[in-house]
């Protein structure tokens, strides 16, 4: 049984940093790309970070390009969302997910796509 569970999440000022975490068991996590997405109040849910396989490559959304970092620890089968310069408009809930994908995607926008899912940890930033 797959799962995906995040942590890290929390209240932080405006300008500020957080560190996401994203643990996974139940796959080979070496096999899958990961991907984040956030969902604000009201809002759909969007794309923010992914990363290969390796850990060699990594996409980002035009709106956290230069503040946000993702990596991964292969060993420890998790991936890491680096979060800076933190703004009020971050504020959302973020997801991790384990994208079976051998490429990054050219569209992340149908989330339907994805089968795991991680249960999502509250970023709330303030200003």
């Known amino acids: 049984q797959v799962q995906l569970v995040e942590s890290g999440g929390g209240l932080v000022q405006a300008g500020g940093s957080l560190r996401l975490s994203c643990a996974a068991s139940?796959?080979?996590?070496?096999?899958?790309?990961m991907v984040w997405f956030r969902q604000a109040p009201g809002k759909e849910r969007l794309f923010v970070a992914a990363?290969?396989?390796?850990?060699?490559?990594?996409l980002y959304a035009d709106s956290v390009k230069g503040r946000f970092t993702t990596s991964r620890d292969n060993a420890k089968n998790t991936a890491y969302l680096q979060m800076n310069s933190l703004k009020p408009e971050d504020t959302a809930v973020y997801y991790c997910?384990?994208?079976?994908?051998?490429?990054?995607?050219?569209?992340?926008?149908?989330?339907?796509?994805?089968?795991?899912w991680g249960q999502g940890t509250q970023v709330t930033v303030s200003l």
């Open positions: 990363i290969n396989r390796s850990g060699t490559s990594t």
């Open positions: 139940g796959l080979t996590f070496s096999h899958y790309f």
């Open positions: 997910v384990a994208d079976p994908s051998p490429y990054f995607r050219t569209n992340y926008d149908r989330t339907s796509v994805f089968d795991h």
